[in-house]
Structure formats: C-alpha cells, structure tokens
C-alpha cells in the first residue's frame, strides 16, 4: 500500500504540473473524432486510412511506436500470427527479423533473445516485463514467453533500434507484444493433435456489449510429452480477459488480466550424439553441470504468471491526453533438483522463487497546431523478490526504479522531412540486494538503502521522405551503461561505466507496380562501445572455493551491421518475404553469429479457402568456448575447459496449411496442418539443446 499512496501523490502533484503548464481544463477543450465504440457497434481502437495504413495517432495511442522509428521496426499482425500457428510466444518471436537472435542455455534458463548483439527488451501493452538495458541482471524475466498463449497476442513490433527512449534505454531493441483487441461477436473453439504426445485446445470469446463496452475472453490448455526418456515435455493452463469500458468520448478504461500456471523440463544432455563436445573420461553423469540420465533431470513445476494492467487514457482535446496506467506481474516457480550436488543421488534439493512487479506510469501527450507532437512520461516500479532466482537463491532482493523520459518529433518541411529528438534517464535505488557484490575471498553481504549510478540516454534523428515511396532515416544516441556488480573483476577492482554511442541509418522504397507491389528496406548500424563490459570468465569468491562467480571486465571495441529486408507480392495468390542480417566486432570479443536470414513465402486462395505459410530462419556458423564442472573420483570439484566448438549453420524451416470446409461462410469451420523443423534437425537449430527433430500437428477450428 505504501507505494501506491507514493504513487497517488505523485500522480496528482504530475497532473496538477501538466494543467498549469498546458493550460488544461476540467471541460474538454473540443471533441475527439476517435472513440472506441460507436453506437453502430463497430470497434475503431486502430484508426485506418483510405489507404488501408494504420494512421498515426499518438494522442490516442499514447505508447505508439514513433514515427521515426517505422524504417528500423518490422511488425507481425494477427492474420500472420494464425497463419503460421506458433505454439509458443517464444516459437513466433523466433522468426520475425533476421536481427533477432535465439539460443537456448537448457539450463535454468530457457531461452535468451538480443537484437543485434544486445540483450532486448520485453514489453506488454506497455508493461516493461523486462528491460535488456537494465543495470540489474536479476530484474524481469523473459521466460514469461515460454507460458504466453499465442492465440492472446494481436501484434509483435520488433524494433530494432529503440532510440525513441519511450520504451527503454537506447542500446538494444524492444519485443512489443499487444494483446487482442474486442471485436463483433465471434466465438472461436482450436483443438489441435500432434507428435510427441501434443495437445492444444484453445477457446476464446469476443463481443461489443454496447456503444460504451467490449470484451475479449480466451482460456487455453497444452502439453507436449517429448520423446520417450529425454525429460523434455512442458504444458500450460491459461486464462485472459481484456475489457473495454468508454463511458465518454474523452475516457477510456482498459482492464487486462492473464494467468498461466504450468511447467517445464529441463532436456538430457546427449554429447555423443550432438557432436557438439566430448565427456571427460570417467564422468559420472549424476553430477550437477552436465544432466545425461533423465533419472537426474531438472524441472520446474508448477510455475505461475498472473498479470493484471488498468489502462486509462483521458483525451482532454484532439491534441492533448494524459495516459495513467497501474500494472502488476507476479511470478511464482519451483525447481526441482533431484540429484543433489554430490556423486550420488542425496533426494531433491529444491528451490521456490517468488518475483513480484507492482508498476505506475504517467503519459502526456500533445500535438501542436503545426503537427509537433511532444511525449513526455514518469514510471515508478517496485520490484520484490525475497527468496532470490537463477543462480543466487535463497537471497532477499527489493529495488524501486524511477524513469523519466521526454521525446519530440517536429517536421520541417511539411511531411516530408521530420526531426525528432528525446532524453531519458532511468534511476534505481537498491533497497535490498543479495548477489556476489564483493571483492574475492570477503564474505558475501547484502546491499542496502543504495542509489545505483542513473543510467542517461540521448537520441535525435532525422527521417525525410522525397518521394511517397522512399523513407530516409539517421539516427544517433548516446547512453551510459552501469555495471551489475563493480566488483564483478577478475581482480576483484572497480569496473566503469561503459559509453556507448550508436548511429543507425534507415532507407527503405516501395516500386510502385500494380501488379506485384514490392518494398526494399535497408538498415545499417554502428555502435561505438568504450569500456564496454564483457565477460572475462568465472572465479571463485570464497575460501572453500565452492562459490563461482562470472566476471567480467572493461574494453573498447566496435559492433556494426545491418539489415535487409525484401516484402513482394509474387501474384494475386504468392507473397514472398525475405531478409538477411550480418554483424561484426573490432576487436572480436562475442560468440554469436555473424549471419542471420529470414524468409516466408504465403499462399492465398480464397477461392478454395487453402491459406499456407513456408517460414525459415538460417543461422550462419559461430565458434563457441565451452567449459563444465564436476566431481572427480575424490569427490572434488573439477572445472574442465573444451577446445571451441562450431554451432549455427542450419536452416530451421516450418510449414502451416490451412483449409476452411465451407470457403464462402467467413466463419466456416477450418481444418489445418502444421509442420515444425521441416528438415528433421536434432540439435544443429539449438546450441547444446536437443530439438528432437520434425513435428507434426493437425487441429480443427469451429466458429459459434
């Protein structure tokens, strides 16, 4: 209750600033031509143009990716989202933009995402589930993917430049995820069969109840069993609502709420079979590093998401509105450990995490009379985390972050040219934190009542448009990035700050041909890092050495690359898209891949009802350093480091087929067909963690 008492004074001290300055008043200024309902019961939450683009508006979408940000952002809408079928949010990130990159640990943690070479961000209508530009590396957790219910999700933006500040700092990109919007009265049963024991059902209900409220409701259940032996199957239960209430033309109130509960395993290591590295002779496969018997393996289970978000945007004008939204994730999970730490078996050594964010945020919103649109916004979240996570549990963690960002966009020359240019500054103060915060061999100690250094970012761009079919962009942004642990050294010094300057370049043409409309996107990056924080290994922190820690350390270097994107309409049946995606460093101080490519090919027949999507992702060759630890005969503990081993240099292709029975009747029922690892890959399409090759699912969709 404390912080929102903090958060309701500072709400109300924030509003009262707003009305003095702007001139705001308790009457409205003029009326809004958006409304979400109207009295014919059509939903217009995404305003269109003649031209059928979604028209921009950050009035009444206060958290709209700007303007200037379109050339450096691919997005991916519902129709393709149930076209490919994915079935996981993980799985349908995986495959939007060659920039994006995914690996697996198989560890603890699940899966690990970055967009060019930097950690990304995670947000959901708004809420930061995870901030890839934090300083805390503890903070926010993206396996909230692995439970996310694709069949909620009504838009993903990739952005991969994030220099607008309104979502986060200015290194790294951003996943935006939006959830369904209400629609006419639709409801929708999915049932769906497939390999290795996978099952779907999905049911979901929509309706304008009348000119002032809508409802979206979706309920899911899967399972997937995996391969006999393998410890490799996970399910998930969830339920969502998304509720519209507009009792004027100048309010609205959206209350959203997702729950999810169900599980994981953890996959058996199989070296011998991957090929990726050999065992030390003599290993016994009951020891904590390297899992080879799923007699030994780990799970989490149960693991529970619940995520609650109010949402009010008031239009106090056509050109002004002030957007309050309060949030809340709570993420509950328990993992399990059966074969102890020793040689032998010693019964289950378990761990429970409970990890809470309770999150305000303030948004003013004004567009002038000559179109300059300014942004401006406060966030205040409080985050929880009393039993540790990851690798430091069994510790006590609570921080408050606060942020504060202002962003402007102006044109120049009417809308043709436009300037743009923001500051954002992200502040945490350390209530409590329990990691490896102290030099070798002291004994570990919580900090306490401690600001962290603030984090600065600064960003400006031009963006010139010459002709309706070209778009110019540049970019550049300058930040300052904290370490996690200063005294995270091998030699246990002080590590610095790091200086990160980055300069994006953005072009992309439309060919104007009626026939097979075409775009061509180009970006190109680089990002100058001094002091950039690297790691440098692991070390022990304590006397007994039985605690490692990793480290890290301070150099200069240099990561610059690009992408280019192809969209075309082979013909009236044929769309086609294509990508590619190259990054370099100077010096070479990263193990991730070099080359990245993307490609779709969609078929449309409306004619039969057959819809199909052949979707692909190549992930060019790296060289990765591997190491492991574990008991030796004398029961010591022994870390072993590999030679490097070559991962990536595979294709991982997928193929969705879909047929409605009756293709006349917009809501016939639908039969389908989905293929996941086309080619029957094992391990190449994941480092260190088994695929188990093609995947077969088919499902039936009726409409009521």
């Known amino acids: 209750m404390g912080l929102f008492k903090t958060v309701s004074a500072k709400i109300m001290g924030a509003v009262f600033i707003l009305v003095i300055i702007f001139g705001l008043s308790p009457a409205m200024a003029g009326d809004s031509t958006e409304t979400v309902l109207n009295a014919n019961k059509i939903i217009e939450l995404n305003p269109i143009s003649v031209t059928g683009e979604k028209i921009y508006d950050p009035v009444s979408e206060p958290a709209a990716v700007p303007l200037n940000n379109k050339t450096f952002t691919e997005t991916i809408g519902r129709k393709s989202i149930e076209l490919r079928n994915p079935f996981t949010a993980t799985e349908l990130i995986s495959f939007i933009s060659p920039a994006v990159l995914r690996a697996n640990q198989n560890r603890k943690y699940k899966s690990f995402f970055d967009i060019r070479g930097s950690k990304a961000s995670l947000i959901l209508d708004g809420f930061v589930v ?15 993917l692995e439970f996310l219910n694709p069949d909620i999700i009504e838009s993903v933006d990739v952005l991969k430049d994030s220099t607008a500040l309104i979502y986060g700092g200015a290194k790294g990109g951003v996943f935006y995820i939006k959830t369904r919007k209400p629609s006419k009265k639709h409801n929708q049963l999915k049932l769906e069969l497939g390999k290795f024991g996978e099952f779907t ?26 391969p006999a032996s393998k410890n490799a199957g996970n399910k998930d239960t969830g339920a969502f609502l998304k509720y519209f209430y507009v009792p004027t033309k100048h309010d609205d109130f959206v209350f ?49 998401n619940t995520f609650t978000d109010l949402n009010y945007t008031k239009k106090w004008s056509g050109r002004q509105s002030t957007n309050f939204q309060l949030s809340r994730l709570e993420v509950t999970n328990d993992f399990h450990n059966p074969r102890g730490i020793g040689a032998a078996p010693v019964g289950h050594i378990d761990g429970r995490v409970l990890e809470t964010t309770n999150a305000m945020a303030l948004r003013h919103t004004i567009k002038t009379g000559g179109n300059v649109i300014y942004r401006m916004g406060y966030s205040l979240d409080h985050w929880y985390n009393p039993t540790g996570k990851l690798y430091w549990e069994n510790m006590n963690n609570e921080d408050k972050k606060h942020t504060m960002y202002l962003q402007t966009e102006v044109p120049l020359s009417g809308d043709r040219l436009f300037a743009d240019a923001g500051f954002r500054r992200d502040r945490r103060y350390i209530i409590r934190e329990q990691k490896s915060r102290t030099p070798a061999g002291k004994a570990l100690a919580p900090i306490t009542d401690q600001w962290e250094d603030p984090r600065n970012s600064v960003s400006a761009g031009l963006t010139y448009k010459p002709t309706a079919l070209d778009t110019l962009s540049l970019r550049y942004s300058a930040l300052v990035m904290t370490p996690v642990d200063r005294k995270a050294s091998l030699s246990g010094a002080d590590l610095t700050n790091e200086n990160d300057k980055i300069i994006n370049f953005g072009v992309e043409h439309i060919f104007k041909n009626a026939a097979r409309p075409m775009s061509l996107e180009l970006n190109l990056f680089k990002n100058d890092m001094k002091n950039s924080l690297v790691e440098d290994g692991t070390k022990f922190i304590d006397a007994a050495k039985t605690t490692v820690m990793r480290v890290f350390k301070n150099t200069d270097t240099v990561s610059k690359g690009g992408e280019l994107k192809l969209n075309m309409k082979l013909s009236p049946l044929f769309d086609v898209s294509a990508g590619a995606a190259l990054i370099s460093y100077s010096p070479d101080l990263t193990t991730k891949p070099r080359k990245n490519y993307i490609t779709e090919l969609k078929y449309n027949e409306d004619r039969s009802g057959i819809s199909a999507s052949l979707y692909g992702r190549f992930v060019g060759s790296f060289d990765s350093p591997a190491s492991y630890t574990y008991k030796d005969a004398a029961n010591k503990t022994v870390t072993k480091t590999l030679v490097n081993y070559q991962l990536g240099n595979f294709w991982d292709l997928g193929l969705s087929v879909s047929k409605k029975l009756d293709p006349r009747d917009e809501n016939s029922a639908k039969i389908s067909l989905t293929v996941r690892n086309l080619l029957d890959k094992k391990y190449e399409t994941m480092p260190l963690a088994p695929d188990f090759g093609r995947r077969a699912t088919i499902g039936y969709e009726v409409n009521f």
């Open 201 to 226: 059902t999905k049911l979901s209900f929509t309706d304008i109840i009348n000119e002032k409220s809508a409802y979206f409701a979706g309920f899911n259940h899967r399972k997937f069993d995996g």
């Open 256 to 304: 959203t709420y997702n729950s999810e509960i169900g599980m994981y395993q953890i996959p058996v290591d199989e070296p011998e079979a991957s090929g990726q590295f050999a065992l030390v002779a003599g290993i016994d496969p009951k020891t904590y590093s390297i899992v080879i018997d799923p007699r030994y393996g780990w799970n989490y289970e149960p693991w529970k």
């Open 130 to 144: 995870q901030d890839g530009s934090s300083n805390s590396g503890m903070r926010g957790d993206d396996r909230f």
